[in-house]
């Protein structure tokens, strides 16, 4: 059973930054590719952004990109999300998630393709 544990939300002004840490357990973390996911008030889950399961691919939805940079650790099994320039519409509750796939060579962003999430850390842009 995989364990995901988002921290690092809250409230901040536009413009302002957050940096979003997922912790991971209970399988060999850097065999898979990580993403986040966000949900806002009466809106779908969309996709954030995803990191290969070795590191050195990443892949951004277009409002979020330049702005948000995902990283990941193997070695301590956490994935990030420094959020800069954030604004309004950046609020949401924030997911973390794990392929389903071990060593997946492209980066998805279905969230059908994720088996795993976090119960969500709350991100407040106030204007």
Do not use: H
């Not at 059973?1 to 850097?30: I, M, P």
């Not at 060579?105 to 119960?119: A, F, R």
Request: charged content about 20%; some cysteine; overall charge positive.
């Amino acid at each position: 059973q995989v364990q995901l544990v988002e921290s690092g939300g809250g409230l901040v002004q536009a413009g302002g930054s957050l940096r979003l840490s997922c912790a991971a357990s209970g399988r060999t973390f850097s065999s898979y590719n990580m993403g986040w996911f966000r949900q806002a008030p009466g809106k779908e889950r969309e996709f954030v952004a995803a990191i290969r399961w070795s590191g050195g691919s990443t892949y951004y939805a277009n409002i979020v990109k330049g702005r948000f940079t995902i990283s990941r650790d193997n070695a301590k099994n956490t994935v990030d999300l420094q959020m800069n320039s954030l604004k309004p519409e950046d609020t949401a509750v924030y997911y973390c998630a794990a392929d389903r796939a071990k060593f997946r060579t492209v980066l998805t962003t279905t969230p059908g393709t994720y088996d795993y999430w976090g119960p969500g850390t709350q991100v407040t842009v106030s204007s």
